[in-house]
């Protein structure tokens, strides 16, 4: 199984070098905003985004062709690439801490959420101050190209979140309005980073948005992944099972058996579906249901299908360590279990 160690492998100089300029980059006047600050970059994550745009920035870069399998030990990214990173990292950063005080959500990766650890009103404020250092940051740099591309993600986020939440509400998520929401949650980032890794190193346009693509790619089958773990009871996300079926979210394997099911089948879910958030009896019903309709399996043949559209796109470049590695994170995230 592919680790994300072996991933990060030929940018690890790189790795260690940006989280260096984030540190160096992020404090706050005050104790308390400083206290909150390092506590919630502390604990950042797999750090996906940052690491796919260092090696977009490397596969494009000209030295990229003459890059050994051992080339992770020497630094290769500008300043401009680390920004680049920052950017949407730093995004990514507020958006988590803003959706944990919306789903009043007590743990963030094993460990109390800020929200949590210092009441909602201060993780809003702290998510906001990161974001405005973040711009500031951007501006002050007079990295306009990369500000302006990255500018547009913010307001899809958002807009993914609210549409999120009136489907919740609703109870009527179709297959299209699923697709629309983890596009905007999720994959939307995840192609503004590859696309910027490339912006950041004056890769064409066709090639940032061959990146861009790749990105989106990944990040649908990313989300996929992620709510077919879900369903699973040995699930190593450090999150509970069914929390998508608590919180009133109907997710591709739902939407999968829903899709094969008559109406009053679909109507039996969806009522089961509205107790999920204080009965777990019905969680548990739900749940079996959705499993014994194979709902993960066929969720699992669409992320096959965007894993395969990411391979394609990188496989158009030459065999270098950064393209390996980018082949290896697609392999990941189909086999993830966390």
């Known amino acids: 199984m592919v680790k994300i160690d072996d991933i990060r492998k030929p940018i690890a100089a790189d790795l260690e070098a940006f989280d260096r300029f984030v540190a160096d980059n992020f404090s706050a006047e005050g104790d308390m905003l400083q206290e ?7 604990s950042r994550g797999k750090g996906v985004r940052p690491m796919l ?19 992770g030990a020497e630094q290769h990214c500008s300043k401009r690439t680390y920004l680049a990173a920052l950017l949407v990292e ?6 988590l801490i803003h959706d944990d005080v919306l789903d009043s959500a007590d743990e963030r990766r094993g460990r109390p959420s800020v929200n949590a650890k210092w009441q909602s009103d201060m993780a809003v404020i702290l998510g906001d101050y990161i974001l405005a250092r973040t711009m500031s940051l951007g501006m002050a ?76 790619a990944i990040g649908i089958a990313f989300q996929i992944q992620d709510d077919i773990l879900d369903y699973n009871r040995q699930n190593n996300t450090g999150k ?4 998508d079926l608590r919180e009133h979210k109907i997710t591709l394997p739902m939407i999968e058996v829903m899709e094969r099911s008559t109406a009053a089948e679909r109507d039996e879910m969806i009522a089961l579906l509205r107790r999920c958030h204080e009965d777990e ?23 096959q299908a965007y894993i395969s559209r990411a391979l394609h796109l990188v496989s158009k470049y030459a065999t270098t360590p950064y393209q390996k590695s980018l082949i290896a994170l697609c392999t990941y995230i189909a086999e993830r279990d966390r």
């Not at 909150?36 to 502390?42: D, F, I, N, Q, R």
């Not at 000209?62 to 050994?68: G, I, R, T, V, Y």
């Not at 249901?289 to 709902?295: L, S, T």
């Open 141 to 216: 740099s007079a990295q306009y190209d990369l500000v302006s591309y990255v500018g547009t993600a913010m307001g899809t986020l958002c807009e993914g979140e609210v549409l999120q939440s009136q489907h919740a509400q609703r109870f009527d998520t179709t297959r299209d309005d699923y697709f629309r929401i983890i596009y905007q949650k999720t994959a939307s980032l995840l192609g503004v980073s590859a696309a910027l890794g490339a912006l950041s190193v004056g890769a064409s346009r066709e090639e940032v948005d061959r990146m861009r693509k790749f990105g989106e």
């Open 281 to 303: 009896a019905a969680v548990d019903a739900l749940h079996e249901r959705i499993v014994a309709a194979h709902g993960p399996e066929l969720a699992q043949q669409t992320m």
């Open 53 to 71: 745009t260092l090696l977009a920035a490397s596969m494009h870069s000209p030295a990229a062709a003459d890059a050994k399998d051992d080339c």
């Open 36 to 42: 909150m600050l390092v506590y919630a970059l502390s």
């Open 90 to 95: 730093m995004i990514h950063t507020a958006s």
């Open 240 to 243: 509970p099972s069914n929390n």
